[in-house]
């Protein structure tokens, strides 16, 4: 059994004005905890993430997976949505992962991905967790990591990159990414919180991180679970809270979610 791993961290969104600060770290945090679990990890860090490079990476790992393999696949960085095109959407959007070079080639699509997805042999798993706006109800979480300040949300508004005349013709507010990533495929999506919500960018005891990521690390270093849906329960222990209104979802069968982690 192979177990490999992609990592993905944006920090840096050329000719959109709407950079953030924890990307990069949350690529480097999740490789290192992958890594002592006997991943083989590769990450993809802000100009080595262009859309080509994420298709090909996110591509070449599952071509190359046979049966019995593992792959988990963590994005940090802004989500958006596009108009849907093809009917398939009941909220009329595709949502999107964000390349570095979003402004020349586009988003991500979560049409995109579960091609990509469809793609893997019988018996192969895997887990997509995204540090992304998929983004309710807020409930009091710990907060005593948190550095003071207001955080920053990692969604990106089509109108920061898209060409005007590509924007729909109406919006409906400056509502967030509805649904996230849940159409993309694999067993397992874990995801920074609901579809009313965004995901922050912020810092923790000085050090930029998202704090869906820092959190869910968390938990795993210092409860220990052995399922993920163990692991999402001391996740929700730490978020939504007062300053961080996030709550972090987990998408898949009863099966899947009662999968020992990153096994």
């Excluded at 080595?48 to 071509?63: N, Y």
């Excluded at 983004?135 to 990106?156: A, K």
Aim: with cysteine.
């Amino acid at each position: 059994m192979n177990k490999k791993a992609l990592c993905i961290g944006i920090n840096d969104y050329p000719g959109t004005q709407n950079d953030l600060s924890g990307c990069v770290n949350d690529a480097t945090d999740w490789a290192a905890e992958l890594t002592t679990r006997g991943f083989t990890v590769q990450t993809l860090l802000n100009s080595a993430a262009t859309k080509a490079a994420m298709i090909a990476a996110i591509g070449g790992m599952i071509d190359a997976a046979a049966k019995g393999d593992s792959l988990i696949f963590t994005y940090s960085g802004h989500g958006t949505w596009v108009p849907d095109k093809d009917g398939d959407e009941p909220d009329g959007r595709d949502e999107a992962l964000c390349p570095y070079d979003l402004a020349a080639k586009g988003a991500l699509l979560d049409d995109e991905i579960h091609g990509l997805f469809a793609r893997r042999a019988a018996g192969v798993r895997i887990v997509l967790i995204s540090d992304s706006c998929h983004s309710g109800s807020v409930t009091r979480g710990s907060e005593e990591d948190l550095d003071p300040g207001v955080p920053r949300i990692r969604f990106m508004p089509p109108e920061a990159w898209m060409p005007k005349d590509q924007l729909p013709a109406a919006r409906v507010g400056a509502t967030p990414v509805r649904g996230g990533l849940t159409r993309a495929g694999g067993d397992l999506l874990l995801a920074g919180c609901q579809d009313t919500e965004y995901s922050y960018d912020t810092s923790f005891n000085s050090r930029p991180n998202g704090a869906f990521t820092f959190y869910a690390l968390k938990a795993l270093r210092e409860g220990k679970p052995t399922t993920y849906e163990n692991w999402f329960a001391k996740i929700r222990a730490y978020l939504p809270s007062t300053r961080l209104p996030q709550s972090p979802q987990i998408f898949g069968s009863k099966t899947a979610r009662r999968f020992k982690i990153f096994q």
